[in-house]
Each structure stands twice: as C-alpha cells, then as structure tokens.
C-alpha cells in the first residue's frame, strides 16, 4: 500500500513563496513519475508540475511556468514543488501524485495511480 503526504501547504500573500513537499511511504516509488495537481475551489484537479523518475525533464502547466519549480530527490522517495510569486489564481488544495513509467509527460487524471490527500494553500492579497 502506497501512501502519499503533503507538507507545506498554509496561507501566504500575493507575491511570496512556498514550498510543498511530499513523502511516498509503504514501497518504492523509484521508477516513478511524481507531480503535482491542483483543485481550485469549484474546479476539477488540474495538472501542475511533474518530473521524471529521476528528476529529470520537468514539465509545467503554463500558468505556473516561470514561477514553480518541481524537483524530486530520488534517494529519499521525495517530490517538492516551490512556488514563487504566488498569485491568487494559485490558491488551491495541490496534490502530490505519482505515476509508472507508462505515464510519460502525462497531465491526465486518470494516468497517475497514486494520490495524496491534499494540501490547501490560500494566497492573500
């Protein structure tokens, strides 16, 4: 059973930064995906962020491009998401997802196989 924590989510102004963190715990995910969606209230998950098993090739919704960054330390079983210049379009429950390899650079819902249960952030203005 594959468990995945959110860490990180609070309330910050418009402007600032805040970084999430996620730990897969109950197996590894080492061959993984991990990323991010994000359910503004009102709205359906949409996608984020996700990286590579390794780390590599990030890749990014357009909204957030230039002012998230997506990692994932592949040793530890960890994915982050550090987010700059936040706005308050941003404010929403993110979740931290991974996703086999046959997930690809995927930004479908239904093609990440496991999710946490959430971390809200609210942006102030």
């Known amino acids: 059973q594959v468990q995945l924590v959110e860490f990180g989510g609070g309330l910050v102004q418009a402007g600032g930064s805040l970084r999430l963190s996620c730990t897969a715990s109950?197996?590894?995910?080492?061959?993984?995906?991990m990323g991010w969606f994000g359910q503004a209230p009102g709205k359906g998950r949409e996608f984020v962020s996700r990286v590579d098993w390794d780390g590599s090739s990030p890749s990014y919704a357009d909204s957030v491009k230039g002012r998230f960054t997506a990692s994932r330390d592949f040793g530890m079983n960890t994915a982050s998401l550090q987010m700059d210049s936040l706005i308050s379009g941003d404010a929403a429950i993110y979740f931290c997802?991974?996703?086999?390899?046959?997930?690809?650079?995927?930004?479908?819902?239904?093609?990440?196989?496991?999710w946490g249960k959430g971390a809200k952030v609210t942006v102030s203005s």
């Open positions: 109950g197996r590894s995910l080492s061959n993984y995906a």
């Open positions: 997802v991974a996703g086999p390899p046959a997930t690809g650079r995927s930004t479908d819902v239904l093609d990440y196989e496991y």
